[in-house]
T-cell receptor, first 109, second 114 residues
Framework: DAKTTQPPSMDCAEGRAANLPCNHS???????VYWYRQIHSQGPQYIIH???NNETNEMASLIITEDRKSSTLILPHATLRDTAVYYC??????????FGTGTSLTVIP | EAGVAQSPRYKIIEKRQSVAFWCNPI?????LYWYQQILGQGPKLLIQ????????DSQLPKDRFSAERLKGVDSTLKIQPAKLEDSAVYLC????????????FGSGTRLTVV
């Protein structure tokens, strides 16, 4: 079962930062936080993952709170192509991914 | 690098008919997964292969679903007979090792059972 809670939907203005929250209050010490997104009619696409420290790559930044009970995915300058469903997943290495229902992000022109 | 290939892209069948989906993983990826995604829900794992052996099929409805991965490369997922509730997108994913790096999804096959 998914161990995360996400808002069902969010809007963001094009060019602004999109901040997607995720609660994972029961996360254990060796579980990572992963973010995937799914654009309409495509398979899920990996965005970023982290354990304790904040992470940044060319797509996004991941901010994990010190107690690791929540995290935020930041898309620094949202574009229309970022409209998608975003999944936050907690997972131990080697185990399967449990997807919840995610957050449907709509970027508005 | 070529991605995970799936076919067909769309399929419409009548209930009680049979259907098969095909997946070709990324070259060199030993682990292959089949997921079912019902409209409005996240993907749910059906079966996981490591090379040509089954690692986890606990969520596969074995009375009607079957999957194989002969020679540890391509895989097929079959439904026989199909039910209305099987309407979903069937996603294939692959990775270098179980749950490891390079975990990549295909675009899926959208099945409609009427």
């Amino acid at each position: 079962d998914a161990k995360t809670t996400q808002p069902p939907s969010m809007d963001c203005a094009e060019g602004r930062a999109a901040n997607l929250p995720c609660n994972h209050s029961t996360i254990s010490g060796n579980e990572y936080v992963y973010w995937y997104r799914q654009i309409h009619s495509q398979g899920p696409q990996y965005i970023i993952h982290g354990l304790k420290n904040n992470e940044t790559n060319e797509m996004a930044s991941l901010i994990i709170t010190e107690d690791r009970k929540s995290s935020t995915l930041i898309l620094p300058h949202a574009t229309l192509r970022d409209t998608a469903v975003y999944y936050c997943i907690v997972r131990m290495g080697g185990n399967q991914f449990y997807f919840g229902t995610g957050t449907s992000l709509t970027v508005i022109p | 690098e070529a991605g995970v290939a799936q076919s067909p892209r769309y399929k419409i069948i009548e209930k009680r008919q049979s259907v098969a989906f095909w997946c070709n993983p990324i070259s060199g990826h030993a682990t292959l997964y089949w997921y079912q995604q019902i409209l409005g829900q996240g993907p749910k794992l059906l079966i996981q292969f490591q090379n040509n052996g089954v690692v986890d099929d606990s969520q596969l409805p074995k009375d009607r679903f079957s999957a194989e991965r002969l020679k540890g490369v391509d895989s097929t997922l079959k439904i026989q007979p199909a039910k209305l509730e099987d309407s979903a997108v069937y996603l294939c994913a692959s990775s270098l090792a179980p749950g490891g790096y390079g975990y990549t999804f295909g675009s899926g096959t959208r099945l409609t059972v009427v």
